[in-house]
C-alpha cells in the first residue's frame, strides 16, 4: 500500500502565495513521476505540473512562471510552490505519484486533495 498525503492549501488573496507538500508513504521501491493535478467544480481534473526522477519538470501554459515544481526524493516529498496566484487557480489539487513497490510490483497512487482558494 502506498499512500500520499497532501498538505499546505488554504484560502489566500491574489497576488499571494501558498506552498502545497505531497508525502508519501508506505512500502515504497521506487517513485518514478510525480505530478500535481487540480480540479475546479464543474471542470475536468487537469495537469498542472510533473516532474520525473532525474528532476526533469514539465507545467501547464497557465501556471508556466508563477508555479515551481520541486522534490525531495530522501523524504518522498514533493513541493508546489504557487506565487502570483489568480481567482482562476481555485480548485482541489491532487498529487499523484507512480513507480515501483518493494515487492517489485508497480503502483499508481492519489492523495486526497487539497483546497485552494484564491480570493479576488
Known amino acids: 500500500q502506498v499512500q500520499l498525503v497532501e498538505s499546505g492549501g488554504g484560502l489566500v488573496q491574489a497576488g499571494g502565495s501558498l506552498r502545497l507538500s505531497c508525502a508519501a508513504s508506505?512500502?515504497?521501491?521506487?517513485?518514478?513521476?510525480m505530478g500535481w493535478y487540480r480540479q475546479a467544480p464543474g471542470k475536468q481534473r487537469e495537469l498542472v505540473a510533473s516532474i520525473s526522477s532525474s528532476a526533469s519538470t514539465n507545467y501547464a501554459d497557465s501556471v508556466k512562471g508563477r508555479f515551481t515544481i520541486s522534490r525531495d526524493n530522501a523524504k518522498n516529498t514533493m513541493y508546489l510552490q504557487m506565487n502570483s496566484l489568480k481567482p482562476e487557480d481555485t480548485a482541489v489539487y491532487y498529487c499523484?505519484?507512480?513507480?515501483?513497490?518493494?515487492?517489485?510490483?508497480?503502483?499508481?497512487?492519489w492523495g486526497q486533495g487539497t483546497q485552494v482558494t484564491v480570493s479576488s
Open positions: 499523484n505519484a507512480d513507480g515501483i513497490r518493494t515487492t517489485w510490483s508497480p503502483f499508481v497512487s
Open positions: 508506505g512500502s515504497i521501491l521506487r517513485i518514478n513521476a
